[in-house]
């Protein structure tokens, strides 16, 4: 559904900084930001989908941090047979690390527990996985099978619905339009955060880069076609044969426990801000 990632920097004074980043881009759906959590648990500034149980995407009190994203390589007439969110199982695995995980390793645990013991999964996804000490994951998963990517060293990650370590004989095979989708997207990730993770830099300036990276969506074609800003893509971005548009951007800030979050395409829409304690 989305473009998702992470970015690991080192500020002016030396303060690791961590930073998820997202754009959920879906048909046309319900969806909520809030603070989300039990009495028993941690608590998350989470991101979620109505007709999804569980969190879409968010941070714990902890640090932790867990985005996800849709992963298929089918044609959408075929995964939809089903229901479209029929077997998804993202949000509810989510919302269990979320509450019970403080680091990455934790999560990533808990994601290969949960997805290796599940029957029927239909729905395949990528997880994003950071801590605020710097930890980064990437976890895979589609029809039983799971992977996973330690991206730590290099100090960034990103998917734009594909998977790196699962079925990529499959992914090739894909309509032309899915692939070019897919690809534009994620070299538009690529772009952005390699000059960036790993490397000491102004936090306004990580988060300026975020938000732009977010709103890019000129294509010298004219097409909709690789646009991180969704206006009514219709391939690539799930198993629903639908019109996508991005119904909201978002960047947690792992150091500073704060998400920031756009109502609609980030592209002309203010950010809004989210802590444990405000909102604003």
């Known amino acids: 559904m989305c473009t998702i990632g992470a970015l690991v920097i080192v500020d002016p004074s030396d303060q690791l900084r ?20 039990s009495g028993e648990g941690f608590s998350s500034l989470a991101f979620g989908l109505l007709p999804q149980t569980g969190i879409n995407s968010g941070m714990n009190e902890k640090g932790l941090l867990m985005i996800s ?18 077997g998804d199982l993202r949000g ?39 801590d605020r000490r710097g930890g980064l994951f990437v976890f895979e998963h589609s029809q039983g099978y799971t992977a996973w990517q330690d991206a730590t060293a290099q100090g960034w990650a990103a998917r734009s619905n594909q998977s790196f370590g699962l079925f990529q004989a499959e992914q090739e095979l894909q309509h032309a339009d899915v692939s070019k989708d897919r690809a534009l997207r994620l070299e538009r990730a690529e772009s952005v955060l390699s000059g960036l993770g790993g490397k000491k830099v102004d936090a306004s300036e990580a988060v300026s880069a975020l938000e732009y990276l977010l709103r890019m969506h000129e294509n010298a074609d004219g097409s909709a076609l690789g646009s991180v800003c969704a206006h009514g893509v219709l391939s690539g971005r799930s198993n629903a044969p639908l019109p996508h548009d991005t119904v909201s951007g978002m960047i947690w800030d792992l150091a ?19 802590r444990f304690d405000r909102e604003g």
């Open 18 to 37: 961590v930073y998820g980043f997202k754009n959920a881009d879906n048909p046309p759906v319900g969806y909520w930001h809030g603070v989300a959590g």
């Open 256 to 274: 500073e426990a704060e998400m920031k979050y756009t109502l609609g395409q980030p592209c002309k829409n203010e950010w809004k801000q989210l």
């Open 69 to 86: 994203s849709f992963f298929g390589y089918s044609s959408a007439d075929t995964e939809k047979k089903d229901g479209l969110w029929h």
């Open 92 to 130: 509810t695995a989510q919302a269990e690390a979320l509450s019970r995980c403080s680091t990455a390793e934790e999560a990533l645990a808990l994601m290969q527990e949960r997805f290796d013991r599940s029957e029927g999964i239909l729905i395949g996804g990528s997880h994003v996985i950071a």
